[in-house]
């Protein structure tokens, strides 16, 4: 597996998300022992970026990784996020980037994960009501008291990263990118190269929708959240893209999932996708996009595709701000 740099952290290029292993998705919580499979695996196979998050469950899916990566923790770098729960109340979902927050779930998430500090600390969504200076300078405490090592934003506007990033160094931006969210490319990815800031697209395969294995809604639980999303519910109109991935990966000898991940891998250093999966069988389909080279004509068919038609999600107010 190839490396890259998210700011001074040193990452494998592609990670593993974990989050549909424990939420959201369906079949999530289901089969903790086949996450725990693929979570080893990942590691046999040279992936060192584990991505997290409190509110993913909530809470079980850190316990969940922390109890697969047991002693080999110190071998990998584990993200996790804060910031979309209210410890100061009862615990319920709501934008709280305060300093008192924070602390509360940074001590959570230690223990959970079993570890005694986390790599990447990202802010999960920014909360308006909490001016971001202050926010990362109760980051850059826990910095000091070695609590964490670096930190991240998620889905942060331009403006926002300029201002954290000159009160500490920004290690890297979580924000949804692949083949049918290209938003980034417009000014995040330039800002972030700008000043030195890693990248790690989430979602990288359009939350299934690139694999081509997704043809209706009704293959998906009630309660996965893709059947209230945007662009599923524009189903139909959207599986376009998918012909043209699937065309060329037929070209490439390749999966779609590979061609959509390899796509990425294409735009640069600094980004380190983090396709999710909760079986072995896709991780290591996954995986194997690291050694998919795509030609320069693949990458402008790819790079043509038009934009889906939805939002990326619902309500798109917590974003980019």
Sequence with gaps: MKHTTLGNLDVSRLGLGTMGMSAFYTGAGTDDA??????????????????????????????LLGRALGSDRGKVVVATKFGTLL???DGSRGLDGSAENMRISVEGSLTRL?????????????????????????????????????????????????????????????????????????????????LGIGFVPYSPLGRGFLTGAIRSVESLDASDFRRQNPRFENLDANLR???????????????????????????????????????????????AADAVVLTAGQLATLSALEAPVGDRYADMSPLNR
């Design 241 to 287: 893209i998918v012909d043209v991935v699937e065309a060329v990966a037929a070209e490439a000898g390749a999966t779609p999932a590979q061609v959509a991940l390899a796509w990425i891998l294409a735009q640069g250093e600094g980004i380190a996708p983090i396709p999710g999966t909760k079986r072995v069988e896709r991780l290591e389909e996954n995986v």
């Design 87 to 89: 410890h100061g109340g």
């Design 114 to 194: 079993g570890t005694d500090h986390i790599d990447l600390y990202y802010q999960h969504r920014m909360d308006p009501g909490t001016p971001i200076e202050e926010t990362v300078g109760a980051l850059a405490e826990l910095i000091e008291q070695g609590k964490i090592r670096h930190y991240g934003l998620s889905e942060a506007a331009p403006d926002t990263i300029r201002r954290a990033h000159a009160v500490h160094p920004v290690a890297a931006l979580q924000t949804e990118y692949s083949l049918w969210s290209r938003e980034p490319e417009a000014e995040l990815i330039p800002l972030l190269r700008e």
């Design 34 to 63: 086949e996450s725990i499979r693929t979570i080893r695996r990942a590691l046999d196979l040279g992936v060192t970026f584990f991505d997290t998050a409190e509110i993913y469950g909530p809470y079980v899916n850190e316990e």
